[in-house]
């Protein structure tokens, strides 16, 4: 790298840096010594289930948007166009099937861990298998979160990798083991802030410096980057409408419905309502959050597009031009590039403590507290205090080999949540709305539908990554042909250009189709081998682990028929308990639940599941 090409921050750059820093460990401190000091699992863990939903909902935006998309984002439409905007349509669904059918079901098992649903459902053994392909997706993306930011500032800026890198996860650790669930989330609402004041600074600084926007506009259309909707129907097309619009809604699935950073999240409002309401809210802020890095990535064009500064780009992957970018563009105003800087860290801080949080969780309630049901409290809360320091120093070693990974880390970790939550949120899928589905169907299903995503998943990397590393695409008016599923290496969109056969065809399918056909190759091969091996019989199944889907979609035909149709009946499910309320479950979401309003929003569905959480506690109390 050419030194007098680095870019180099002032004073007040580092205080801006240092103070979000501060700012998050101090909410740490005030957590830990504030409320009932984290004494309890219940708080360290489950934030007393006392969260409003502002703050969740922030949260909630915050545990999947990490530098990885802050930077990743605008390195997408700076190269390939605005056609990955359409991933927003997705959140429609992708936002309303978690609030009605997810939330609804886990919330009233009073769960703590998601994976506990699937003990109620199937077995032990399906417990353990979700937890632990949980526990192995998160722990791969948190070294990729922890690592992104710092290695794109170090290429451009000179900023000492493993420094910042240390730096990262040890403040994130402090507080996170410090203060729980409640200072994560509340270090969430501040880092979302932060976040988008800083995409918001680079966007105002960048259409200024570029002439208006009606000149960023002008450039970015005569260079052929403002996408229309793609309707090609082909599967192995990256980004088309079908892919972002449908295949995202898995995706989003996968991350807002069944992981347990999110449920965790949910699982921590006061009422359900709350739960839903926060769900409801990420809606917004998402579409806030995804319009910002578009944008940027467009002002980023407009800045180097047709002019000489795309050689100086020439020298970078794609991520670290974004921050080359930044810097080049917020020189000369101190204060700015900090902003930025704090910006990308807040991402990663956000995403990293909500990954600590919930891997103690899972490792505390599935793993540890089943074998020791005598624990005392004292310890059992000293424990998860322990697991979430640790899942810190696991971090900072998942970092180092992120290190042996390509560049446009964006696709990378969207792969990954297909490839490995894709089969988990099959697995959910099974047990919520396939009542014949049994135990071996679902180990069965989960071990094909993660042994073929990785198949196909490893398949892509090795027919396609060797090849030439051609210089990037400069900002010509040529739009790259992009009709291949492996930007994952800019080299790479050169080089398939004749359509793929065969088995190559089946390794081509978009990664955004991922946690789609992951997801339905679980349920597949879940069903094929429950009904091989004895359907589960109906009376066997927990109450209120079934979400009637085919009763829901077969609304507009009458009763009779329903029935006949929908053999499965849910167990206690009579019109007169329509409006009751079991006792326990009252008892045990406290005053809470009487916020509830009762009357004509209950409908069958939410009836039944009332029965959940009795069923749960007779659970509970036989184990
Ligand atoms: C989860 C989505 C797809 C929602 O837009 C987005 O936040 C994203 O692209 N995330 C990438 C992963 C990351 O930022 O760590
Ligand atoms: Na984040």
Known sequence: ???????????????????????????????????????????????????????????????FQSAVAIIGVPAEIYTHGTQYWF?????????????????PVFYRMRLSSAYQYLELRFSKTVRICGTL???FQMVIYMGVCVYTPAFALNTVTGFELWG????????????????????????DVFQTVVMFAGQLAVIVVGVQQAGGVSEVWRKAWEGNRISGLDLNPDPTVRHT???????????????????????????????????????????????LALALSCVMGLVMFARYCGEDHSDK???????????????????????????????LFSAALSTISSAFNSLATVTMEDLIK????????????????????????????????????????????????????????????????????????????????????????????????????????????ILLPDNTTTAANPALSNVTLSQPTGLQRFYSLSYMWYSAFNCFTVILIGLIISFLTGPMKEEDVTPGTIYPLLRKLLFFLPDHLKKKLCCVTPLGQTHSSEQRQPPQHKEMNGLAFQQEEPGPAQDETESFLLHASAAFVEHETAV
């Not at 349509?89 to 099937?97: D, E, M, P, Q, V």
């Open 87 to 103: 991933i927003g349509c997705a959140y429609i669904l992708g936002l309303l099937i978690p609030a009605h059918v997810f939330i």
């Open 164 to 187: 910042t890198v240390l730096a990262t996860g040890l403040v994130c650790t402090l507080y996170t083991t410090l203060g729980g669930l409640k200072a994560v989330i509340w270090t």
């Open 133 to 135: 392909t949980f526990i």
């Open 241 to 287: 409408f079908w892919t972002l619009g449908v295949g995202g809604v898995f995706l989003m699935l996968s991350l807002y419905g069944v992981n347990q950073a999110q449920v965790q999240r949910y699982l921590s409002s006061r009422t359900e309502k709350e739960a839903v309401r926060s769900c409801y809210m990420v809606f917004p802020s998402l579409q």
């Open 370 to 477: 089943p074998h020791f049901p005598l624990m005392s409290e004292a310890r059992a809360t000293l424990l998860s205090k322990a697991l979430a320091a640790s899942y810190g120093l696991v971090c900072l070693a998942m970092a180092f080999f992120t290190h042996l990974m390509g560049d446009s880390v964006l696709q990378v970790v969207l792969a990954i949540f297909g490839m490995v939550g894709g089969p988990v949120l099959g697995l959910f899928c099974l047990g919520m709305f396939f009542p014949w589905a049994n135990s071996t169907g679902a180990v069965g299903g989960l071990v094909v539908g993660l042994s073929v995503s990785f198949w196909v998943g490893i398949g892509s990397i090795v027919t396609r990554w060797p090849g030439p590393r051609p210089h990037l695409p400069n900002c010509g008016v």
């Open 1 to 63: 790298m050419d030194p007098s090409n680095q870019k180099h921050f002032t004073v007040l750059d580092y205080v801006v840096f240092a103070f979000l820093l501060a700012v998050s460990i101090g909410i740490g401190l005030y957590n830990a010594l504030s409320g009932g000091r984290q004494r309890t699992t219940q708080e360290f863990l489950m934030a007393d289930r006392r969260m409003h939903c502002v703050p969740v909902s922030l949260s909630l935006i915050a545990s």
């Open 313 to 343: 780009l020439g020298t970078y992957t794609r991520d670290a031009m974004v921050i080359y970018f930044v810097m080049d563009m917020l020189q000369g105003l101190p204060g700015l590039p900090g902003l930025f800087v704090a910006c």
